[in-house]
């Protein structure tokens, strides 16, 4: 498998554009994750889905955040409009079932937004 | 609320000596704890887990403590190398939802 792939990489953007990230998590994993790091606040939890239902979105900071995943292979973290504050990593990350513990995260994508 | 703190400075060591890392929570019993190692504009990598149960795990070069009394994990990699330079993250787990609490992470720095 090649594991969690994200994109795109990096993404530079003018405050007030929607921006789209996306993740394809690990084939036959149960759970998927989006988190945001920063320098500040390091890794936050912004959502998590099982089977395809997101569970918990408390760490979704405002409305301009949402996050879909239609099926299992694909899930969209999107942020309308962006603003500066918005600027950081964010990693998707995928875990097989509820009895193991290791997360295994995407290389991110860098948003940068102006 | 759970609050994990790890060492914000740099930790510098020399190759082949051995680096410890440390990981102190506060407010909870984690059923478990995890260590990442994180490279630059990379993601997390997993590279140990140990339970509230274990006293001690170890990996090739890698070993952990738990120490649920001191609420304190302890990492470390022996015989270190300069390929073992990267930032080390702790993780606990949550009180719901399988949720992990991160630490901000140590930069760890091995020198020739």
């Known amino acids: 498998d090649a594991g969690v792939i994200q994109s795109p990489r990096h993404e530079v953007t003018e405050m007030g554009q929607e921006v789209t990230l996306r993740c394809k998590p690990i084939?036959?994993?149960?759970?998927l994750f989006w988190y945001r790091q920063t320098m500040m606040r390091g890794l936050e939890l912004l959502i998590y889905f099982n089977n395809n239902v997101p569970i918990d979105d408390s760490g979704m900071p405002e409305d301009r955040f949402s996050a879909k995943m239609p099926n299992a292979s694909f899930s969209t973290l999107k942020i309308q409009p962006s603003e500066p504050r918005d600027s950081a990593v964010y990693f998707c990350?995928?875990?097989?079932?509820?009895?193991?513990?290791?997360?295994?995260f995407g290389e991110g994508s860098r948003l940068t937004v102006l | 609320s759970q609050k994990i703190e790890q060492n914000s400075e740099a930790l510098n060591i020399q190759e082949g000596k051995t680096a410890t890392l440390t990981c102190n929570y506060t407010?909870?019993?984690?059923?478990?704890l995890q260590w990442y190692r994180q490279d630059p504009g990379r993601g997390p990598v997993f590279l140990l887990l140990?339970?509230?149960n274990e006293k001690e795990k170890r990996k090739e070069r890698l070993k952990v403590t738990f120490d649920t009394t001191l609420k304190q994990s302890l990492f470390h990699i022996t015989a270190s190398q300069p390929a073992d330079s990267a930032t080390y993250l702790c993780a606990i787990r949550g009180d719901s939802n399988y949720q992990l609490i991160w630490g901000a992470g140590t930069k760890l720095i091995i020198k020739p």
């Open positions: 084939s036959g994993h149960d759970y």
């Open positions: 140990i339970r509230e």
């Open positions: 990350a995928s875990k097989q079932d509820q009895n193991t513990g290791e997360l295994f």
């Open positions: 407010n909870y019993s984690p059923a478990y």
